[in-house]
């Protein structure tokens, strides 16, 4: 424990009592005190390193590797005297992210039902800062598994610490520093996401955010978006008139998120269908069920506006549309249904799940007919992006970067784990460019190409079919732009999902799989698998389509079923369910006749329900290709 003493002398707040220290070299450590001292380090009584402090009153002493075996003593003299008591070497990582790293294990289900000595497992929690600027030094304590401390730990970093120590007897390090509600932008300096080429213009939003004057922008953005929402353009052109000719749009799926067309977008985009309406439904007033809307609506029945949800509704992004058709604007025949979505920011679209989206006589709800399907849409105009705002401390570009990240970087450590992304859903694009930004950064300021393993997004919300787009799938796609980067790895928790909860409970799978990762990786464990399939060649030919997939001993599934999630991305627009048999390494399905197949994608949605599993039990990894 540290004590205070005369002219603040101090070890960095990383070292104490329980501390693990990065085995495999020298340990450094640091810290301040008066200018121009002397510090010397002594392990169990034995002169172990020295240095003058700078004329700041910081000083870096090195000391060889203390030996593996056993707890060890260590003492720092300067200008007072510190102890650190049952120090011991091992392997030290770093665990980071937002709030699904954070989860602690008292949460978990099921338990980690802990039969043996992890005594020589221990945790740093760290405490959640932000700074605006180069931190110096971090706060927190180190505690030891197995005692009412460790139930505080993240879940996810005890089982990956539990497992490892198990299988290798290697003590371990964690150092948690995540924190739930974080974007990648609070865990990386805005210089580094300025020397991202196309994204400069966000560097400067962000720059504006973290010093706290996005007030006039985002002044101008509400009166924009007003403006936008309220404009009658599309009507203007004639876009909710049956007469309209559509055929020159875009076919999109409904239901699902309009940027698998569009691409990232916030602003309006019309969708259009026709319906058949039966003759006895003439003259009845009809109930329109169309589900949520993300986030805003206009809805007209053959021209006549039915429906609206604005920003008085509240939760308006997450309310249910149901609309009254009056029954004197009901006819029979063809009838176009249009619906002007506005989205304000990230994904926007129809995202509830098929069977709620109908339309049929109020009087006879059993009579109604489904309106999931292929619509046509155009862009009507967009939005400038929504500024960045700091809404909570997690949320300050670069904040936890500067205040937890970069005073351990000169910390000689294994690796770091990585549980993150939800707070960027909506801006995949950026991600994909962030991600390994971010992952260089640290790199570079820590001086080498460390390990860096982390967890793909888990299953959540409706369960919707991979037809529809998915701002979740889009995320998870953008994680994977990663692995370019040497000494990276993925594991995948699509399996490990919970429709109702952002927060899956089943966390310590997910642990051990990112152990499973630095087993094989690091202890060169090659009777492991830490993969679960992944599709490496896709081929159509003579209308058989088949995908094979590396790491796939054992293809099967989970239910004795054919695989599921399977879809095909017709010439037409259209997105069509594949049913497909396992044949060796690879999955194999007949094309559609009379179609011509342009891409495939499996388990494309937000929830999708997977089964398809290698032999060591891990899940196909998510995928979308194109067919040339």
């Known amino acids: 424990m540290q004590e205070l003493v005369p002219q603040d002398f101090r070890c960095a707040g990383i070292f104490g009592d329980h501390m693990i220290l990065q085995r495999g070299g020298p340990h450094r450590l640091w810290g301040w005190g008066p200018p121009h001292g002397r510090v010397a380090v002594f392990v169990d009584g034995e002169p172990a390193g020295e240095a003058a402090s700078d004329a700041l009153g910081r000083w870096i002493v090195e000391i060889p590797e203390i030996a593996p075996a056993g707890a060890h003593d260590l003492e720092v003299r300067g200008s007072g005297s510190i102890h650190l008591r049952d120090v011991w070497s091992g392997d030290v990582w770093i665990c980071a992210g937002q709030s699904n790293m954070e989860f602690p294990l008292s949460r978990a289900v099921p338990g980690p039902g802990i039969t043996e000595d992890v005594s020589r497992l221990r945790c740093f929690l760290a405490e959640k800062r932000v700074a605006s600027g180069p931190g110096e030094d971090i706060a927190g304590a180190w505690s030891v598994g197995g005692g009412e401390e460790s139930a505080a730990w993240s879940a996810i970093a005890y089982a990956f610490g539990e497992h490892l120590l198990r299988e290798t007897g290697v003590p371990v390090g964690l150092i948690q520093l995540a924190w739930g ?198 862009i009507e105009q967009g939005i400038e992006e929504k500024p960045p705002t700091v809404g909570n401390a997690q949320e300050t570009p670069a904040g936890i970067f500067h205040a937890m990240v970069e005073p351990l970087l000169p910390l ?28 260089e950064y640290w790199r570079f300021r820590g001086g080498r190409d460390f390990p860096f393993f982390f967890v793909q997004l888990a299953a959540f919300g409706v369960p919707r079919r991979s037809a529809a787009g998915s701002a ?35 966390k310590l799978p997910v642990g051990r799989r990112l152990a499973d990762c630095a087993l094989q990786g690091i202890h060169r464990r090659a009777d492991l698998c830490a993969s679960g399939p992944e599709a490496e060649e896709v081929a159509l030919d003579s209308g058989r389509l088949a995908v094979r997939f590396r790491h796939a001993e054992g293809l099967h599934t989970t239910d004795g079923r054919t695989p599921a999630e399977f879809y095909a991305e017709l010439e037409s627009g259209e997105i069509v369910p594949l049913d497909g048999v396992i044949a060796g390494d690879s999955v194999v399905f007949a094309v559609p006749a009379g179609n011509r197949v342009r891409g495939l994608r499996y388990a494309w949605a937000d929830n999708p329900s997977v089964n398809l599993v290698n032999a060591a039990g891990l899940p196909a990894w998510p995928f979308r290709r194109e067919i040339p």
């Open 472 to 506: 979740w799938a889009e995320l998870r796609a953008a994680q994977m732009a990663a692995l370019a980067l040497p000494h990276t790895a993925a594991v995948s928790a699509i399996d490990l999902g919970d429709a109702a909860d952002i927060h899956p409970k089943n």
């Open 412 to 439: 000689p450590f294994c690796g770091v784990l990585w549980y993150q992304g939800e707070n960027n859903l909506g801006n995949a694009a950026r991600y994909r460019l962030l991600f390994p930004a971010m992952i």
């Open 181 to 378: 509600g974080s974007p990648i932008e609070a865990w990386m300096p805005i210089e580094a996401i300025g020397e991202i080429p196309s994204l400069e213009a966000h560097a400067e939003r962000c720059r504006k955010a973290a010093l706290g004057e996005t007030r006039d922008a985002m002044e101008a953005w509400n009166s924009h978006r007003q403006e936008a929402f309220t404009s009658t353009a599309g009507r203007d052109r004639g876009w909710a008139s049956p007469e309209f000719d559509d055929s020159m749009w875009a076919a999109c799926p409904v239901p699902g998120v309009f940027d698998e067309v569009t691409g990232d977008f916030d602003g309006a985009v019309w969708y259009r269908r026709s319906i058949e309406i039966p003759e006895e439904w003439v003259g009845r007033d009809l109930c329109l069920r169309l589900g949520v809307i993300d986030d805003l609506d206009h809805t007209y029945w053959n021209g006549v506006l039915v429906g609206t949800t604005g920003t008085d509704t509240p939760d308006y992004y997450k309310h249910s549309r149901v609309y009254t058709v009056p029954g004197q604007l009901v006819r029979a025949g063809s009838t176009t249904l249009c619906v002007r979505v506005f989205d304000e920011y990230l994904s926007g679209g129809f995202l509830s799940p098929e069977e709620m989206l109908c339309v049929g006589p109020a009087d006879d709800p059993g009579a109604a007919v489904p309106l999931a399907g292929t619509w046509r849409i155009a």
